[in-house]
């Protein structure tokens, strides 16, 4: 097989993958509508506990969001660089990209450590019960993307920047790009609409 | 980006530099705005909960175009079409979950929320039934909070009176019925926020003694009397 | 300590009851009796690198059809089962189950037709035929495909494993009706595993439907734009943009429920705030949707079939591929149709009952499609087209009894009666499994290079017919006279009884029909040198009869150019087919997917019965399985031009080899007699210790 072919072979094969990890990211899309569909039904229902805005602290919300915004910019910055190669500036853009994520993830568990605390579970109430899950998978998807970066970065230093790294990036990039739009719904919805 | 490039390298779909810091800058001002729109409590109510969610939007847009570059693609772009698809259905599922429980929680409630909506709407009969609604309302009466006390602390009144709390203090006290943390409802009125130069009135349509106090300062409380007509 | 090791597991869990029992030994047997077989021919091997590591979709497919059938015997019996309850159930008598067995039996009956039959077969087609209708060689992504394939076994697992572990199956209806599926009403282990066995299965198919989706989209033949498609791959596109949008919704509710369950929060309880309506609003949202995702690539084979034994072209394409959209958008605006009894207002109600019945509109459509292409063709009634008409007389029953069901003040009378049990049987039966019925038939010459047996087809055709009619008219008729859905005892007074034994008696002329079913695919299996075909048996029109039967593993030696709709059909006429060989680029086979499917069943073990350490090992297994395999960057292999043209040319000798091809001559085929005396004479020859060797002759 000529080599053209088989270039032309790699690249219908990234295509598709990228479509692929595509249409996985609007059926996680779809998972976070149902958490969203349940909370908008069920916040209300604060029986036996406090409502939203006794709980919940728009300073530290905002917070969070500009962590997560800023890395989801200096993921596109590393993604620039994949393209043109330079490993360098893959390894730093992609690092403070894993350490804001990583600052995110904090502030989120201290924030459930302290409403915990509180007596505020997820047992209480469906508030409660709505408001967790929702944050919890988020939250999740954050560790996930984390794990990913780590391992991403690993094989990188390992093996160098080639093709298949590049397209790992790119999906990478993309799911951490989702996480910030899911997250600018979780923000808005969730902590700001508790002020309203 | 030009077009030409597009055959099979994926090089044109990908943004510049240039491109994400647009896109950056934009979500910050898509963030800021509601922030201080509800910090600052400039609009309230369902107007500045549209506005947010409006901004919501506008920002995954912008981080749509700017960031994931959707729509730049080769044509056909799937990529657009099952987007835009996968939206109207997570469209479908919150906003039919909201229609449908809502509507569901309109026709069978529990029966404080149906006293709340008889009081509201004001309907006096259902099917010839009396609902307990009053048609009119006689005297007024008024309970003052000041400095975090009560006056008067007991308050005698009529069936189908009124009876309005007013807060003279700069924090927010949230009037509910029964003992603290076993609240109970009144004409279907569960929790009365009342802010200074915000009054809440209810119409006194059930007889008996009752117990009032400020959820979030319990030791604020006093009682009222109705008694029929 | 215990309960660290163990969790929440006992000796009370393992079996004690009949029913476990005998299910767990046969369970036991029926493993002994395979392992026993690959032991003594020696295949395990060739059995762990020729299909279970195979990502070749074909396989898969065969592995999809043989997991389908069991579970189509499986959830049969059960069928039978109740049948046999209610016949007997009344007045004084209560039958052979109890309330709380009866309704075990219920729920499993239900997801087993529905998740592991009807889901089954249709993945087991899509994978087998749709890369041949679109002239691919693979899939997109074939570890994504065997990975899908192992979750839904591991799905057959969880679903089977109570016989084992816990001895209680959910007891709360197929959609486990909340709060009654809850941790206040059902303690037990049953709805824990109704929760993951549907939990992997669902997210296998999400798997499976994001892969279809990319193959389809992205892999067709050169030439074949989107409107030359065969009916059958557009029908599947439908299908799988369907499942990608509907199986999301159905795992995280699912997590919900179980939360609701494990952890104790208040999504759906009646306490803290929880909101029962809003599971069955969630669930329904799959739910519906669900059955559409298994119909309509039915619509899409039933399209074939017509055209292929009308010998036309199916009447008016375009209007069959927006019919198809049309089902397929409506099917999701219409799941509160299936609770209109809650309690919403009537404009809510007035707006599903209305798009519900619109619904019959771009069915309605298909189906004159389906009549005008018959109309003046030169039919062939054999087999295929036989289970298409049965389709066409048992679907519209379904068809006309949905549209009553549809209308709010009907619904309230039949809601949750038999009447609605015997329309979406009517509907279920009658489309789907008529459907894959109809396509086994159809492509089981592409399948195995030779034909079924005519004969015992129609026989087994026949018995479907009137047992179905038999079993379901009384139930329509029940359910008018009030009878409800899941009864297990009824009094002597309402007069139901004889109804119920005629369903029984239905139930057993079924039974029958299966019964001839597995004879006709012995008898081929005996007769299949005679029955031997060529690659394109029916004169058909679309790629996949190009293909050689069975194709090889590459499906195709030189990628067909698709020029026109019929791309087979045209490719025929022009008598032009010179061979050029080239390299072809395969994946290579890999176990990740039974490995991760391990993990996953494990995982789900544990889950269902509170094993910290095994949730936490087997989920370390998935993330480390997965990392593994997706940094492997070598996972393809290339087959060069030389090889290819070697490997055809050995198979176009055995060919010329083998016996002539004789057709159309069906009624040699062996009738039912015949092979009993085959049999007979095959045990005999057993006793005698001769017959193993001319069995392999």
Redesign the interface.
């Known amino acids: 097989m000529s080599h053209e072919r088989l270039e032309h072979h790699e690249a219908e094969a990234t295509d598709r993958a990228m479509f692929g990890f595509w249409l996985y990211l609007m059926t996680d899309l779809l998972m976070f509508a149902i958490l969203f569909g349940v909370y908008a039904v069920l916040h209300g229902n604060a029986i036996g506990g406090e409502e939203g805005r006794h709980l919940f602290s728009l300073p530290l919300a905002l917070t969070e969001t500009l962590l997560l915004l800023t890395s989801s910019f200096t993921c596109g910055l590393g993604m620039i660089a994949a393209r043109l190669g330079k490993k360098k500036q893959v390894l730093t853009w992609f690092g403070v990209t894993f350490v804001l994520g990583l600052a995110f993830l904090l502030l989120e568990i201290d924030e459930f450590v302290k409403l915990i605390d509180e007596g505020q579970t997820p047992q209480l109430n469906a508030f409660m019960s709505s408001f967790f899950t929702l944050l919890g998978t988020h939250g999740l998807h954050i560790t996930i993307g984390l794990l990913w970066i780590a391992a991403t970065l690993g094989y990188i230093m390992k093996r160098g920047l080639n093709h298949h790294m590049v397209r790992k990036l790119a999906m990478l990039s993309l799911f951490w790009h989702f996480l910030d739009i899911v997250w600018i719904f979780i923000f808005t919805i969730v902590y700001m609409g508790a002020f309203v | 980006m030009n077009k030409k490039q597009s055959h099979?390298?994926?090089?044109n779909e990908?943004?510049?530099?240039q491109s994400?810091v647009i896109?950056?800058v934009l979500?910050?001002i898509c963030?800021f705005i509601?922030?201080y729109l509800?910090?600052e409590k400039i609009v309230?109510?369902n107007t500045?909960?549209a506005t947010?969610?409006v901004?919501?939007f506008v920002?995954?847009l912008i981080?749509?175009v700017f960031?994931?570059h959707l729509g730049r693609g080769p044509k056909p772009n799937?990529?657009l079409f099952?987007?835009g698809?996968?939206?109207t259905?997570?469209l479908?599922?919150?906003g039919?979950?909201?229609?449908?429980?809502?509507?569901?929680n309109?026709?069978?409630t529990p029966s404080d929320k149906i006293k709340k909506l008889l009081n509201d709407e004001n309907i006096q009969q259902i099917g010839g039934a009396d609902t307990g609604v009053c048609g009119q309302t006689y005297e007024s009466h008024i309970v003052t909070i000041k400095d975090g006390i009560v006056e008067p602390l007991q308050t005698e009144a009529k069936r189908c009176d009124t009876l309005t709390f007013v807060n003279e203090d700069e924090v927010e006290r949230e009037i509910t019925f029964g003992e603290h943390?076993d609240h109970e409802a009144y004409a279907g009125e569960i929790e009365l926020p009342v802010t200074r130069g915000r009054n809440k009135t209810i119409t006194l349509s059930e007889e008996g003694l009752y117990r009032f106090h400020d959820h979030l300062d319990p030791d604020i409380s006093g009682y009222f009397t109705v008694q029929s007509k | 300590m215990k309960e660290l090791l163990i969790g929440k597991l006992t000796w009370e869990s393992l079996p004690h009851q009949w029913w476990t029992i005998a299910g767990s030994l046969s369970f036991i047997f029926l493993g002994l009796i395979v392992a026993g077989i690959l032991t003594y021919t020696k295949r395990w091997k060739w059995l762990w690198n020729e299909w279970l590591t195979s990502v070749d979709p074909k396989k898969i497919g065969i592995m999809y059809f043989i997991a389908g059938g069991g579970m189509l015997l499986r959830g049969g019996l059960d069928a039978v089962m109740l049948w046999l309850q209610q016949a007997l159930s009344s007045g004084d008598s209560h039958g052979y189950l109890n309330a709380q067995h009866f309704q075990e039996i219920f729920t499993a009956h239900g997801n087993i037709m529905v998740f592991f039959v009807a889901m089954a077969f249709i993945f087991g087609l899509i994978n087998y035929i749709v890369p041949l209708q679109i002239g691919a060689r693979d899939l997109a992504s074939p570890l994504m495909n065997t990975l899908g394939f192992w979750l839904f076994v591991g799905g057959i697992v969880m679903v089977n494993m109570f016989f084992f572990f816990g001895g209680e199956y959910a007891a709360t209806g197929w959609l486990a009706v909340q709060p009654l599926a809850g941790a206040e009403f059902s303690p037990g282990a049953g709805v824990d595993y109704w929760v993951w066995s549907l939990m992997i299965s669902g997210i296998g198919t999400t798997l499976g439907a994001i892969n279809f989706i990319m193959t389809i989209l992205k892999m067709r033949a050169p030439g074949m734009t989107l409107m030359k498609m065969p009916l059958f791959t557009w029908g599947s596109l439908y299908s799988m943009v369907m499942a990608l949008t509907i199986f999301p919704l159905l795992s995280m509710t699912l997590f919900l429920v179980y939360f609701d369950r494990a952890l104790g929060t208040h999504f759906f309880t009646t306490m803290g705030g929880g909101d029962p309506m809003l599971y069955t609003n969630l669930i329904w949202m799959w739910g519906h949707p669900e059955v559409y995702v298994l119909v309509i690539p039915a619509y899409g084979l039933f399209s074939e079939v017509v055209s292929t034994f009308s010998r036309k072209p199916i009447a008016s394409y375009t209007s069959a591929v927006v019919g198809m959209f049309g089902v397929a958008s409506l099917a999701l605006s219409v799941w509160l149709h299936h609770f209109f009894t809650m309690g919403a207002g009537a404009n809510v109600n007035a707006f599903f009952g209305v798009m519900t019945t619109f619904v019959a509109i771009p069915t309605a459509v298909l189906v004159f499609n389906w009549i005008a292409t018959m109309y003046g063709g030169r039919i062939r009634f054999e087999t295929p087209m036989l289970w298409f008409l049965g389709f066409g007389f048992v679907f519209a029953l379904g068809g006309i009894s949905g549209v009553m069901l549809a209308v709010p003040p009907v619904d309230f009378q039949l809601h949750n009666s038999l009447f609605l049990v015997a329309h979406f049987h009517s509907t279920v039966i009658g489309g789907v499994l008529f459907g894959i019925f109809c396509a086994i038939s159809y492509w089981w010459p592409k399948f195995t290079g030779f034909r079924l047996n005519e004969r015992l087809g129609r026989y087994a055709f026949w018995a479907w017919i009137i047992g179905f009619n038999l079993s379901f008219i009384p139930m329509y008729i029940l359910g008018f006279m009030g009878a409800s859905r899941r009864l297990d005892h009824y009094d002597a007074e309402t007069g139901w009884q004889p109804l119920f034994i005629l369903m029984f008696i239905g139930g057993l002329v079924i039974m029958l029909g299966v019964a001839l079913q597995l004879a006709q695919i012995i008898a081929s299996f005996i007769e299949k040198k005679r029955l031997r075909t060529n690659n394109d048996p029916w004169d058909g029109r679309s790629l996949e009869w190009a293909a050689a039967s069975p194709p090889s593993f590459y499906n195709f030696t030189t990628i067909p150019h698709a020029a026109t709709r019929d791309a087979y059909w045209a490719i025929k006429k022009s008598h032009n087919r010179k061979t050029q060989y080239e390299d072809i680029h395969m994946p290579k086979s890999t176990g990740v997917g039974i490995y991760i499917s391990l993990f996953a069943t494990l995982a789900s073990f544990a889950f269902v019965w509170h094993i910290i350490w095994l949730i936490v090992v087997s989920i370390l297994g998935i993330i480390v399985t997965f990392i593994v395999r997706a940094f492997d960057e070598n996972t393809e292999y290339t087959i060069p031009a030389a090889k290819v043209k070697k490997m055809e040319e050995a198979r176009a000798k055995k060919e010329k080899a083998g016996p002539a091809i004789e057709n159309n001559d069906y009624d040699e085929d062996m009738g039912l007699w015949e092979l009993i005396k085959v049999i007979l004479g095959f045990i005999l020859g057993l006793l005698r210790n001769r017959g193993w060797r001319r069995w392999r002759a």
């Open positions: 099979h390298g994926p090089q990908h943004g510049t530099v994400y896109g950056f979500s910050l963030t509601p922030y509800v910090v309230t109510g500045l909960l947010i969610v901004f919501g920002q995954m981080q749509i960031f994931l799937w990529n099952f987007f698809s996968t939206f259905i997570v479908a599922v919150v039919g979950s909201i229609f449908i429980i809502h509507n569901l309109y026709h069978m943390e």
